[in-house]
């Protein structure tokens, strides 16, 4: 009998560098989440990360076996098994990230940045499932995107396809930490929230909750909080983020066609507070031919483990190429 | 020994009609224009497209062989073989203009919007042979845009993908036939460029050739002519243009990544004039990582017949499908 297969799924961020055992079936055995510790050398945390995967398969049943290891990180480089200036970490400008868990055991590696690797948990294990063609939107302290064409992750030609975080709203609109001005990410995220607000009170004259706080201390959840009370310029804020977010989504369906957008991250637990108007905008700014034809939706893989399941969802695309690779050997 | 092996392009636009004879190689053997006649039934159309073809075909030599038909047209759906309210042609809502060409002949018969088929030219016998990730933009009264991905024409969920003239430029700009506002093609194309000169004209104080030809006898063609010629306001709206394509170029490629964007249709034609700036701003927002990294050309196929060998491409990767599925019956 065949044993029972698991994946490695590892989600590292700037803070905190999750991971978890996971079957075929998206479900997750067991997880860990370890400090990141963003100012040390990526060697430490391949250390760190490969001691604690020898302890999670020490700890797992008999006859159950560990296929791959998938990974989503910033800035991930698939073809080339890389991460490339990562904002948030202090690793250089490449680190070779897939070698360095090579050189510790001989499973099958993957890595891609975390949007591309919500986008392939969406379309594996969640509400994506049997889609051709989606695209995967994460709104966190950025906007990242993952883009599904012909029922495949679409890295284009050097990688790095499916950027939209970085797509222009305004050539001459507000500074990204990019370089460029006006991307959509200045405005479509959670700091994107904050300095909307700060724009609208600039703007506006209406008394608001919003006006006692700072910038350095004005956060996504007070805006939120602010908008559930019926705050108007946090529920102005809100609209004028879903009408931009409308507007691009447009944009991108203009390109890749797809049948559903799918939101999610922590500014998107908004919930209908964002989507319903994004909705709304999306429809208005598409052009005639895709009108009433692209689903907008949340994402349905569960809060706070999608970033993991889709860097294990990664890890059995790459389990089953290898296995193909094998199979087609004379 | 196997007869030498053609395929018919056609390219339907509103004025003319064009159809040719095309091998394997993208070498055209016999051209063909007519009119089109807008105002009558699509059938009429096609009846005289067939006794054309039945002409072209009589008067091949010996042991030649037409193997399918490829065409190219306005809102034209691949999936469907539809053409749907085409703008130009008094068509209406949906002709089914495959299911049209099939109950004369039993060849094989696909049908792409033209700016897809110019992509497919492209790709199969233009400068795009052996590229996998390209996007290509014609540019004619309005603009037109076919994405390859993978190596592939990308069609999206719908059939409609890369229609990038109707992505937003400005929520609150021009006014669009398609009856949303601030489309890229109200700012690039030849009627965007008459559209960008008025608007400057108003603006600014230079005296100019161009304030002495009133709206309905703008041309692209008299701009380009004051451009070449040193006219400020010409070269201020070649230089509006360019910017404008530069930035949703560098957006559509945060989308799908390609390795080379190519230019063709009339405007394309300015060369220098668009093609030189268009670089340069593209680059400027450009996302970091695709910096240095896109190509801008123009098209290489040969200027008038690149439609007709668009649509003949589509009729080769037509012919192939067909091979296959015939390969792989029992």
């Not at 905190?16 to 989440?33: E, K, P």
């Not at 969406?122 to 709104?139: C, N, Q």
């Not at 009370?229 to 004028?240: H, R, T, V, Y």
Request: charged share 20%.
């Amino acid at each position: 009998m065949r044993p029972d297969e698991y994946v490695i799924g590892i989600d590292i961020g700037g803070t905190t560098t999750s991971l978890g055992c996971v079957n075929r079936q998206g479900v997750l055995l067991s997880g860990v989440t370890l400090e990141t510790h963003a100012d040390q050398a990526a060697d430490v945390l391949v250390s760190r990360l490969h001691d604690t995967i020898e302890r999670l398969r020490a700890a797992l049943p008999l006859k159950t076996n560990i296929s791959g290891i998938g990974i989503g990180a910033p800035n991930a480089n698939y073809y080339r098994g890389t991460v490339e200036n990562p904002p948030n970490l202090n690793w250089g400008p490449v680190t070779h990230l897939v070698e360095l868990f090579r050189q510790r055991n001989n499973l099958p590696t993957a890595i891609t940045n975390d949007a591309n690797a919500a986008a392939i948990g969406e379309l594996l294990f969640g509400g994506a499932r049997g889609m051709e063609h989606v695209i995967v939107i994460t709104l966190g302290t950025g906007l990242g995107s993952g883009i599904i064409v012909n029922g495949e992750m679409l890295y284009g030609a050097g990688g790095f396809a499916g950027e939209l975080g970085h797509t222009t709203v305004d050539p001459d609109g507000r500074e990204c930490a990019c370089g460029k001005r006006g991307c959509l990410e200045t405005y479509v995220s959670a700091t994107g929230l904050c300095r909307t607000v700060f724009e609208l009170l600039a703007q506006r004259c209406e008394s608001s909750v919003l006006r006692n706080i700072n910038f350095e201390q004005m956060t996504s959840k007070k805006i939120y909080e602010a908008a559930c009370a019926g705050d108007q310029i946090a529920l102005a804020a809100f609209d004028k983020t879903a009408r931009t977010l409308g507007m691009k989504l447009a944009d991108a369906v203009a390109h890749t066609g797809p049948e559903a957008i799918f939101l999610s991250g922590g500014l998107a637990a908004a919930g209908d507070l964002l989507v319903v108007p994004v909705r709304r905008y999306l429809e208005e700014f598409l052009f005639t031919p895709y009108k009433g034809k692209v689903k907008l939706l949340l994402s349905g893989l569960p809060e706070g483990n999608g970033a993991v399941l889709g860097a294990a969802a990664l890890a059995w695309q790459e389990v089953d190429k290898q296995n193909q690779v094998t199979a087609t050997l004379p």
